[in-house]
């Protein structure tokens, strides 16, 4: 009978401490429909707390524009920011850009149609979207074998269309897929079934030539295989095409930040500077292609597929993975910083993410298979390392330790934290607690970096003691010599 109240009591008493906890729990776990993590030093998976959370998911079917219903997106291809904070998107499907406000929420103008001086014109698949410095509309539309400008008034100003120079094939049909412009009104234009590069045009509209080829690399193996195998062998071996660019982004200082499909998954974007050299910085690891596993990261296997690429300033920039529905997120020396997102159909994840762009702190998706825009916002862990990056970036690093202090808090085993912190007393000349930092960091390079200037500053600060002691020893040692020599005679006679 005793035994009996004891378990009875046990399992009330399990009950109420499960009822207590298990709230404490959910409280704990990230209030998103995907998984947070990241990397360490030795490339093994970590979580981490969420750097974005979903914000909200727009659909257009209820959205009006001058009293009638605006309609379903259809395929969308492409969103854009304005400088003036509209959001411009290319629905596809439905051969139209649409113009919202700059929260996403009101529909301000569609443009179905247009007239260019000679009739009315419809758009045939506009698949990319961009609007320069000077609040100029360019549209890649794509199956119209043009790029069609607007100026401010949304006014038709002039086709980009039929290129013609020696470097394109006399077969070439010019499709293009998206585009972008920098300060100086140049145009950047990737185009379907292009393989040398980036188009570029010049601000009268004039093909110029091409930017930034992605050099294919063959192995020592290849190249002798390929010598030695019969002409059958060698029409079954892969053909060494080069790789297409998939979206693209311009900074203020007109660098080209260009994502690619890498099959290794080791770099999926590039940073090229006026000439099309890729100048970016991968970081400790050599890897800015996405996931370092990729032998599956949940339940897909395979490298990253970046589609789409935004800069977001103080040299943070953040990729668009397709395969998982993930977006990278890195700063100016290539670290990874975080990522969020997945694939699904809960609010927040995607089925086939196509396009990115960033609106002040929030992050904003368009998935063309759920024909919807998700926005993301920032999350206190995330802003936190947008906040020291930043810091960092323009040379504020002592307010940068309290920053990234503070994500430590949130994440304690956060390397770049460690890192930054690290690198701040570095800067400051705190050598001993730079070296603390960085070993928690796994940053061997600054942590030599501080070590020696450690080290040279013990010798400096000791170098009057180790010199006197070296003094005393070379006296003794010459005094000894006399010594035993003045025995030595002695004892001979």
Same mark, same amino acid.
């Given at each position: ?79 854009? @920011? ?35 001086? @000679? ?106 295989? @390929?010598?030695?195998? *019969?002409?059958?062998?060698? *029409? ?26 890498? *099959?290794?998954? @080791? ?100 998935? *063309? ?107 003794a040692f010459v005094v000894w010599r006399k010594v035993k020599g003045k025995k030595g005679v002695k004892k001979n006679a």
């Amino acid at each position: 009978m005793k035994k009996s109240k004891l378990i009875k009591f046990i399992f009330a008493a399990a009950a109420v401490l499960l009822v207590a906890i298990v709230p404490s729990l959910y409280a704990m776990a990230a209030p998103v429909p995907y998984v947070c993590y990241n990397y360490d030093y030795r490339e093994n998976l970590v979580y981490t707390p969420a750097a974005y959370e979903p914000d909200r998911a727009i659909t257009t079917d209820q959205m009006e524009y001058n009293g009638e219903k605006v309609g379903t997106l259809n395929n969308p291809g492409d969103l854009c @920011k304005a400088p003036d904070g509209r959001v411009f998107v290319a629905d596809t499907g439905n051969n139209r850009i649409i113009i919202f406000d700059d929260q996403i929420t009101k529909v301000l103008g569609i443009i179905n149609s247009f007239n260019d001086g @000679k009739k009315e014109q419809k758009f045939k698949t506009p698949s990319g979207v961009c609007v320069s410095s000077i609040g100029y509309l360019y549209v890649a539309d794509t199956k119209g074998k043009r790029i069609v400008v607007f100026d401010n008034n949304l006014d038709f100003v002039k086709y980009i269309e039929n290129p013609t120079s020696e470097v394109l094939e006399e077969s070439f049909v010019f499709n293009p897929l998206k585009v972008s412009v920098d300060y100086a009104e140049r145009v950047y234009c990737i185009a379907d079934n292009q393989f040398e590069g980036i188009m570029v045009f010049d601000t009268d509209g004039q093909f110029t030539g091409f930017y930034g080829t992605i050099e294919v690399k063959i192995s020592n193996w290849d190249k002798f295989w @390929k010598r030695i195998a *019969s002409k059958a062998e060698r *029409s079954k071996q892969r053909l060494y095409i080069p790789t297409t660019f998939t979206g693209m982004d311009i900074d203020s200082a007109g660098f080209v930040y260009a994502s690619n499909i890498d *099959s290794d998954g @080791k770099q999926g974007v590039r940073r090229l500077n006026p000439k099309g050299e890729d100048v970016i910085k991968k970081g400790e690891n050599g890897n800015v292609g996405g996931d370092l596993r990729t032998d599956g990261v949940g339940t897909y296997a395979g490298a990253s597929q970046f589609v789409d690429v935004v800069y977001r300033d103080n040299g943070i920039y953040s990729c668009l993975d397709r395969k998982r529905g993930r977006i990278f997120t890195y700063d100016h020396e290539g670290n990874l910083l975080y990522i969020f997102g997945g694939l699904g159909t809960q609010e927040g994840t995607f089925q086939m993410p196509s396009a990115i762009e960033s609106l002040g702190d929030r992050i904003v998706i368009l998935d *063309s298979n759920r024909n919807s825009i998700f926005i993301f916002k920032e999350t206190e862990y995330g802003n936190l390392i947008n906040e020291a990056v930043a810091l960092r970036y323009d040379g504020d690093e002592k307010l940068a330790v309290d920053v990234w202090k503070r994500v430590l808090e949130l994440d304690e085993n956060n390397e770049l934290a460690n890192t930054g912190i690290g690198k701040a007393y570095l800067t400051a000349g705190d050598y001993k607690q730079a070296m603390k930092y960085l070993r928690l960091g796994m940053n061997r390079t600054y942590y030599s970096i501080a070590f020696r200037r450690y080290r040279n500053n013990i010798l400096k600060q000791n170098i009057g003691y180790i010199l006197t002691v070296l003094l005393v020893l070379i006296i003794a040692f010459v005094v000894w010599r006399k010594v035993k020599g003045k025995k030595g005679v002695k004892k001979n006679a």
